[in-house]
């Protein structure tokens, strides 16, 4: 049977039924179960809903990444390279957590390297889910398929982010939006490259209109 909802069922009996599923994708040199603790502080406010954080495919000296970074960290084709391995990450996330025919009620959120990939992954038009999130992130220059446009966009940055700076996530907004994509975009001033407690209520808010 088919259905746009995760059940969970207890000797035979459904529990509870799970109405979106946010997957967390993480920065390099991480792990997923370093974003667990945002997916907590989420839980009241996105009822119904399940929170994955895999690991990246690649081995890093410091835990795990998306793509390497050797030579040109930003090379388009390190990217587009890494897509093979991520779809096939994602694809066995989604079906595990039973929303392999509810896409609509997916969101990504990533941050950093992981914010990369999942823009690239919408923006590609390989993905088109119910919600993005990129937290410090930017997208490479490639070519921007409309076929995921209607996936709204939420780009959160710190304005005294130095290792990848505010105006990649401006340039982003601006690309995306010229796409067609619903985009709204936030710069935090004072903040670094991180996740701040306000840019993460943001994140919140912006999930709640989009998958609830």
């Not at 967390?24 to 954080?53: C, K, V, Y």
């Not at 690649?58 to 084709?77: C, D, I, K, V």
């Not at 025919?101 to 990369?116: E, K, L, M, P, T």
């Not at 001033?189 to 993460?200: E, F, K, L, N």
């Amino acid at each position: 049977m088919k259905t746009s909802s995760a059940l969970r069922v207890f000797y035979g009996k459904v529990l509870m039924v799970e109405k979106s599923l946010v997957i967390f994708f993480h920065g390099i040199g991480a792990s997923g179960a370093q974003l667990m603790p945002l997916a907590s502080s989420w839980r009241t406010g996105l009822p119904n809903t399940r929170f994955a954080a895999p690991d990246a495919p690649m081995h890093h000296r410091y835990g795990h990444q998306w793509f390497s970074t050797e030579g040109n960290p930003l090379a388009p084709a390190k990217v587009i390279a890494a897509r093979k391995a991520f779809d096939s990450l994602v694809n066995d996330v989604v079906r595990r957590e039973g929303f392999a025919d509810a896409h609509d009620r997916i969101a990504f959120v990533g941050v950093s390297q992981g914010a990369i990939v999942a823009l690239d992954a919408v923006a590609s038009g390989r993905w088109k889910v119910g919600a993005l999130v990129s937290f410090a992130g930017l997208l490479p220059p490639q070519p921007i398929s409309p076929s995921s446009k209607d996936t709204p966009v939420l780009l959160v940055h710190g304005r005294a982010d130095t290792t990848i700076p505010a105006a990649a996530s401006t340039l982003a907004a601006a690309q995306l939006g010229a796409a067609g994509f619903k985009v709204e975009l936030d710069i935090e001033p004072g903040v670094g490259h991180t996740i701040s407690s306000t840019g993460a209520r943001t994140a919140l808010s912006f999930l709640q209109k989009s998958l609830l």
